[in-house]
C-alpha cells in the first residue's frame, strides 16, 4: 500500500468517526433521527461532537495545572462576549476540514449549522469582547488561566428597529441549550447577604467578629472549555448561577402558602437573571451591587479552594495565585479576600492586607464619571455591613498613610479617600482597586498617560510602580482566520500562515503591498465580502447597496462620546450639497451604523432614530439615489460583527480625543483592510505610529488642545455661527426636516449641542472631520492606491494581537509562566 493510499485510509476513517460520534449525539444524547431531527438539533449533535474533542484535551490541561503546581491567573470580568464557539472551537482545534468534509458527507449543509447557534449573551461591547479575546490568548499561550463571570440566563436584549426607534426584547440566550457548558452541582459556594455583625473576644482575648443572620444564596458553577489555537491546552471559563439555599420555605409550605414558599427561592435566583438591569431605579442598583459582589465572594471563595488543594499556608497565596479585575465591577474581591482571610483563616490585619495587595491587580478601561463606580454607603451597612468594616479600615489607615507622606497637603485627603463625603456618602470603587492592588494598569498609551497625570494623579505620586499600560489586543483566529476566510487565505498563500500564532509575521505583506497581481487579488476579496454584507442589508433591510461604493462604517455601543451624531452631522451636510448642485461629482458611499443603547440612555437612543430618520429621507431621495445611502443594521453582536469587518472601506473611530480607552474594533477593522479615519485618541494613536502617518486619516483636537479649550471656555454656538454649513445641518435637525410628523422629535439632540455645552464638542471638530472625509473620498477615487493602503494597514497589526497583551500581562504582572500540556495524560492514568 502506498503512502497515499495509508494516507486516505486514514482520513477515511477519522471521516467516520466523526459521522459516528455526531449521529450517536443525534439519536442517544438528543432523541432524535434523521427524519424527526431540525436544523438546531443537527448543530447540537455537532457541537456535542466537537465537544467531545474538547473534553479530552480541558482534562489534560487541568491535570498538567495540578500537578506542576505553577501560578495561576484567575481573571474576573462582569462581560464575556464569547460569540459563536462552534466555529472557533474547530478552527482552534484544526478540525475545520476534517468536520465539515463528515458533516457535509451526509447531505447536510455545514454553513447552515453552523450558523444556527446563538449568540452567547454574556456581555455588551468591547469590554467582554476583549475579555473573550484574552481567554483565547491564554490558552493559546498555555497560561494556566481560568475566566470568572456571571452566567445570566437573560443576557443583553435584542434589538429591534420598529418606526426607526430602538426596541428591547429580552434575549434568553439559554431558552434552549448551550451544549458548550458543563454544570459543575459538586461546586457550590455560599455567598451571604444582609444579616449583622457581632463582635466577641476569643479565648486568647482576640477580637474576632462574626456575620450572622444572612441571607444566603448559593453559587454553582458552569464550566465552558476555551482551546487554545493548534496547541494541547484548554483552559476554563466559570460562570457562576445563583441558586436558592433552600427549594423553599418549608415553614410557609405546611401553613399552605406555597406562593411565599417559593418567593424567597425566586428572590434568590434573580442575581443571575438578566444582563445590567435597569440602573435608573434603586432596584435595578441594588441587583447590579448584589451581582457585582455574588461574583467576587463566589470567585474568591473557589480560588482559595484551588489554592488548599494543594498548600495551607496562607502567605504562599501571592505566590500561586494572581486574580485580574477587568474594570471596577470585581473589585468587591478586594475586601471579600480581606474578610475571609481575618475571619475565615485567622490571618491578622497587616499579613492579610499584604496578602491581599500582591494577590490583585487592576486594569481601568475608562476615564468617563459615570463608568468609575461608586456605591452608596447605606447599600454596604444594609447587604455587605462586614465589608463596610473593612472598607472603612482600610480606607482609615491609608488617610493616615497619605497624612505621613504628604503632611503639608491635607486636601489630598477629600480627593483620595476611598470613602466620598458628599450629600450622600459613597464607596469610591476605583479608588478601593488602586489602594488594594500591586498593579494598575492602562489600555492604551494615551489612556494610561492620562490616568496618571489627571484622573488618578494623586494616586500615581503616591504610588508611581504600581502603574503601567497593557495596550489591548484583538485574537487574530477569530477575526481574521475566521471571519475572513478569504482574505486569511490570500495571505497564507503569499506570506504563509504564521501570523496566526505571530501576528507581526503580517510585516511580511509590506513587500507586497504594491504588487498588481497581489493588489488585484486583494481588491477582488474585497469586494466580495462586500457583496456578502450587501446580501445581508438585503435580506434584513430591504435596501439594495451598491458593492462599489465605499462602505463607510460606525459599529459599536452608542454612546455621546463615540460620537454617532458627528457621523450624522456629516452625511447631512453630503446630502445638502448633492441637493444644491446635482450635478457634482460625488464618490458614492453606504453609511453603515449598528450598535446597541442602553435602555435607559435616552440621547443614545434618539441618535438611532435620527439615524433611521435621515436614511429614511437620504436612501428615498431621487437626486440623491446611487451617491449615498444610510443603513443601520439591528443587533449588533459579535456575529454581526464578524459580517461587518471584513467588508468595511473605512473605519468610523471619531471619539473626542481623550475619551476612548482604547478601542478594539479599530483594531479589527485595520486587520481586515480598512482604512481608519479617527482621532488621536485611544489606540488610534499606537495604530497610526504602526501603520504610518500617511496610511491614517487623522482629524481633530488632541487630548491636550481639548483640555486647554476646556479651560479656556467653550462655546459651542462660535463654532455654529461660524460655519454655515454646520448651521444649516443643525437647523435642519432641529426644525423638523428629518421627522415632520413630530417637528421638535431631535431637538433635545441639537440643545445639548448648542444650549447645554456640547459635551464632546462635536462642533468644535466638525470642520476638520469634514475636511479629513474630502480626503477619504479623493483617495477612494484611486482603488489601487487605496488596496495598497489598506494592505499596510493590515501589514502593521502585528502589535495589536491579544497574545502580545497577555504575554506583557504574564511576564510584568502577574509573574506566570506557560506550562506544557502533554496529550493523553488523563488517559494513561486511567488505564
Not at 479656556?712 to 461660524?722: D, F, L, S, T, V
Not at 454655515?724 to 432641529?734: G, I, N, P, Q, T
Request: charged content about 25%; proline content about 4%.
Amino acid at each position: 500500500m502506498t503512502e497515499e493510499q495509508i494516507g486516505m485510509n486514514e482520513e477515511l476513517d477519522k471521516q467516520m468517526l466523526i459521522i459516528k460520534s455526531f449521529l450517536e449525539h443525534l439519536e442517544y444524547t438528543l432523541g432524535k433521527d434523521k427524519y424527526s431531527a431540525t436544523a438546531y438539533d443537527r448543530f447540537n449533535a455537532l457541537a456535542y461532537a466537537v465537544r467531545d474533542h474538547l473534553v479530552e484535551r480541558w482534562l489534560d490541561t487541568q491535570q498538567a495545572y495540578y500537578n506542576s503546581d505553577n501560578k495561576r491567573v484567575y481573571y474576573i470580568s462582569m462581560e464575556f462576549l464569547m460569540g459563536r464557539t462552534l466555529a472557533n472551537s474547530l478552527i482552534n482545534l484544526g478540525l475545520w476540514d476534517d468536520f465539515k468534509d463528515a458533516i457535509t458527507s451526509l447531505g447536510n449543509d455545514f454553513e447552515q449549522i453552523i450558523n444556527e447557534e446563538q449568540d452567547a449573551g454574556l456581555g455588551n461591547g468591547g469590554l467582554g469582547r476583549l475579555a473573550a479575546c484574552f481567554l483565547d490568548s491564554m490558552a493559546t499561550m498555555s497560561i494556566p488561566a481560568y475566566g470568572y463571570g456571571i452566567r445570566y440566563e437573560y443576557g443583553i436584549f435584542r434589538q429591534h428597529i420598529i418606526d426607526g426607534a430602538q426596541v428591547e426584547i429580552p434575549d434568553n440566550w439559554l431558552r434552549y441549550r448551550n451544549p458548550w457548558e458543563l454544570d459543575r452541582q459538586e461546586h457550590l459556594h455560599t455567598v451571604k447577604f444582609y444579616g449583622r455583625v457581632i463582635s466577641t473576644f476569643d479565648k486568647n482575648g482576640k477580637l474576632v467578629r462574626e456575620w450572622v443572620d444572612t441571607d444566603d444564596v448559593m453559587a454553582m458553577a458552569y464550566d465552558t472549555p476555551i482551546p487554545g489555537y493548534e496547541t494541547n491546552s484548554v483552559n476554563t471559563l466559570r460562570l457562576w448561577s445563583a441558586k436558592s439555599s433552600r427549594e423553599f420555605d418549608l415553614k410557609f409550605f405546611n401553613e399552605g402558602n406555597y406562593i411565599r414558599a417559593v418567593e424567597k427561592k425566586m428572590q434568590s435566583e434573580t442575581i443571575s437573571k438578566v444582563l445590567y438591569p435597569a440602573d435608573n431605579v434603586v432596584e435595578g442598583k441594588e441587583l447590579r451591587f448584589k451581582q457585582e459582589y455574588f461574583l467576587a465572594s463566589a470567585t474568591v471563595h473557589d480560588v482559595i479552594y484551588r489554592f488548599k488543594k494543594k498548600h495551607q499556608a496562607m502567605r504562599l497565596l501571592p505566590e500561586k495565585v494572581a486574580i485580574q479585575l477587568n474594570d471596577t465591577h470585581p473589585t468587591l474581591a478586594i475586601p471579600e479576600l480581606m474578610r475571609v482571610l481575618m475571619d475565615v483563616e485567622g490571618v491578622e490585619w497587616e499579613d492579610a492586607w499584604d496578602i491581599t495587595k500582591k494577590t490583585f491587580a487592576y486594569t481601568n478601561h475608562t476615564i468617563l464619571p459615570e463608568a468609575l463606580e461608586q456605591w452608596p454607603v447605606w447599600f454596604f451597612e444594609q447587604i455587605l455591613p462586614r465589608h463596610l468594616q473593612i472598607v472603612y479600615e482600610i480606607n482609615e489607615r491609608f488617610l493616615k498613610e497619605i497624612r505621613e507622606r504628604f503632611p503639608d497637603e491635607p486636601e489630598r485627603l477629600a480627593r483620595m479617600s476611598i470613602v466620598e463625603e458628599h450629600w450622600e456618602r459613597k464607596i469610591r470603587m476605583a479608588h478601593l482597586a488602586i489602594v488594594g492592588s500591586h498593579s494598575v494598569n492602562g489600555v492604551a498609551a494615551l489612556h494610561t498617560e492620562i490616568l496618571k497625570n489627571e484622573l488618578f494623579r494623586d494616586f500615581y505620586e503616591m504610588y508611581p510602580e504600581r502603574f503601567n499600560n497593557k495596550t489591548n489586543g484583538i485574537t487574530q483566529r477569530r477575526w481574521l482566520k475566521m471571519s475572513n476566510p478569504a482574505l486569511s487565505g490570500l495571505i497564507d498563500e503569499y506570506i504563509g500562515g504564521g501570523w496566526t500564532r505571530n501576528l507581526y509575521e503580517l510585516e511580511k505583506l509590506r513587500a507586497i503591498a504594491a504588487d498588481p497581481e497581489f493588489v488585484g487579488r486583494w481588491r477582488q476579496v474585497k469586494r466580495s465580502n462586500k457583496e456578502s454584507l450587501c446580501r445581508y442589508i438585503m435580506q434584513h433591510n430591504e435596501l439594495d447597496v451598491d458593492p462599489d461604493s465605499l462602505f463607510d462604517v460606525q459599529v459599536k455601543r452608542l454612546h455621546e462620546y463615540k460620537r454617532q451624531l458627528l457621523n450624522v452631522l456629516h452625511i447631512i451636510t453630503l446630502f445638502n450639497r448633492i441637493k444644491d448642485n446635482p450635478a457634482a461629482e460625488v464618490v458614492p458611499r453606504t453609511f453603515i451604523f449598528a450598535g446597541k443603547a442602553a435602555p435607559a440612555y435616552a440621547a443614545a437612543k434618539l441618535i438611532i432614530r435620527l439615524v433611521n430618520a435621515v436614511a429614511a429621507v437620504v436612501n428615498h431621495d431621487p437626486e440623491v439615489a446611487g451617491r449615498i445611502k444610510v443603513v443601520f443594521l439591528a443587533n449588533y453582536g459579535v456575529s454581526l460583527a464578524e459580517k461587518i469587518f471584513p467588508a468595511s472601506d473605512l473605519s468610523e473611530q471619531i471619539s473626542t480625543a481623550g475619551t476612548e480607552a482604547s478601542g478594539t474594533g479599530n483594531m479589527k477593522f485595520a486587520l481586515n483592510g480598512a482604512l481608519t479615519i479617527g482621532t488621536l485618541d485611544g489606540a488610534n494613536i499606537e495604530i497610526m505610529e504602526e501603520v504610518g502617518r500617511d496610511n491614517i486619516f487623522i482629524f481633530g483636537m488632541t487630548a491636550a488642545e481639548v483640555s486647554q479649550l476646556r479651560v479656556r471656555g467653550y462655546n459651542p454656538r462660535e463654532y455654529y455661527n461660524g460655519n454655515r454649513e454646520l448651521k444649516r445641518v443643525l437647523d435642519m435637525v432641529s426644525s423638523g426636516f428629518f421627522s415632520p410628523w413630530a417637528p421638535e422629535l431631535f431637538t433635545p439632540l441639537t440643545d445639548s449641542l448648542l444650549n447645554l455645552g456640547d459635551s464632546y464638542m462635536l462642533l468644535a471638530d466638525y470642520a476638520s472631520y469634514v475636511a479629513c472625509q474630502e480626503q477619504v473620498a479623493e483617495l477612494f477615487k484611486h482603488p489601487d492606491e487605496w488596496a495598497r493602503r489598506a494592505i499596510l494597514n493590515c501589514a502593521g497589526m502585528g502589535k495589536f494581537s491579544s497574545d502580545r497583551t497577555i504575554d506583557q500581562y504574564a511576564r510584568e504582572i502577574w509573574g506566570i509562566k506557560p506550562v506544557d500540556i502533554l496529550p493523553g495524560a488523563v488517559e494513561l492514568q486511567r488505564h
